[in-house]
């Protein structure tokens, strides 16, 4: 007569040991997602303490050699932590969410795709230890690298390529309501960032004498100023982009290449960086002899301002080239 009460007890005894191991399973869950955001945190937290020396070190030599190091460093932090917690380590998850968007226009795709093509080849120069700016200054908390400066076939046309990567832009994460039909229904984060930026390009003959005036009014092409929109690992607080420039007069000998980057932080205080990278001419960035600088106007300037070695107080002013330059 006790068996029946036999076999309630063991299916309950069944059911007690199923709810206790679900209930295991959703602890080891969230205690491992716990540690999975703790250990992310503490990469962040070690990163943010490291990066104003990488940032303000004033000695070009001395920069160069550590910011191998600490990007060696940090890409190492980020490689353990996505085998520990098994995630992805081809750095692809923008990519293959995009190829979920099938309803998504194709021109949009393409253009994403483009945008994030540009961020992973930075990613992958920064993370591959061979990371080496043609110029670097720092100024205002922030520092302004030139990774690269040269003749490119740019959109079907040769030009000077100057790719910038901004270091320590202010930026504030916001939450923003989504809504359906007038009625709130959720809310998403997003990246302001604040960099503002400018190109001016002194050019002037072997005398030092200013030739012509190159003038990039605006921010450079291909901006992308919150690349963890595209790989969540890309070191934090950078700005990526490049100005495409055509080739200067033949009489060029020097240019003194100006950059003027305003970053306002979310208290309201702004910082107007400035950056100047004097350099040779490359014989590769001018136009033959003889050849038409296209696009150019003359303006008139104070002969002081055209000649360094003209009399101060001289109230003459003589006509030089002065040509504007927009990101394309």
């Known amino acids: 007569m006790k068996r029946p009460y036999l076999g309630i007890f063991v299916i309950a005894a069944i059911g007690v040991v199923a709810v206790g191991t679900g209930g295991y399973r959703k602890y080891r869950t969230k205690s491992l997602e716990a540690d999975r955001e703790l250990d992310a945190a503490r990469i962040q937290r070690e990163y943010l303490e490291r990066i104003g020396w990488i940032r303000s070190n004033p000695d070009q030599k001395l920069y160069r050699d550590e910011v191998r190091s600490f990007l060696r460093w940090y890409f190492q932090q980020v490689a353990d932590h996505k085998r520990r917690f098994q995630e992805n380590l081809g750095y692809d998850d923008y990519l293959r969410e995009l190829k979920t968007r099938s309803d998504a226009p194709a021109e949009q795709l393409a253009d994403r795709r483009a945008y994030y093509e540009y961020t992973r080849k930075v990613f992958d120069e920064l993370r591959g230890g061979h990371y080496e700016p043609a110029w670097s200054g720092t100024d205002k908390g922030m520092r302004l690298d030139v990774r690269s400066a040269a003749v490119e076939n740019v959109k079907g046309k040769q030009r000077i390529r100057v790719d910038l990567l901004l270091w320590g832009a202010q930026r504030e994460l916001r939450d923003e309501a989504t809504s359906a039909a007038g009625i709130v229904v959720g809310a998403k984060k997003r990246m302001l960032t604040s960099a503002s930026f400018t190109m001016i390009w002194r050019l002037l003959d072997a005398q030092g004498k200013l030739i012509g005036e190159l003038n990039a009014a605006g921010d450079p092409s291909m901006k992308v100023d919150f690349p963890e929109r595209f790989i969540a690992e890309f070191p934090p607080q950078m700005v990526l982009g490049y100005y495409p420039v055509d080739p200067i007069p033949a009489e060029v000998a020097k240019i003194e290449m100006i950059f003027a980057v305003a970053s306002r932080s979310p208290f309201g205080g702004e910082a107007q960086a400035n950056f100047r990278w004097p350099l040779d001419a490359p014989a590769t960035w001018k136009l033959s002899p003889g050849e038409k600088w296209e696009g150019a106007e003359e303006s008139i300037r104070p002969l ?18 002065t040509k504007a330059s927009r990101p394309r």
Do not use: G, H, R
């Open 304 to 321: 002081e301002e055209i000649d360094p070695n003209a009399s101060a107080e001289s109230v003459a002013k003589k006509p030089t080239l």
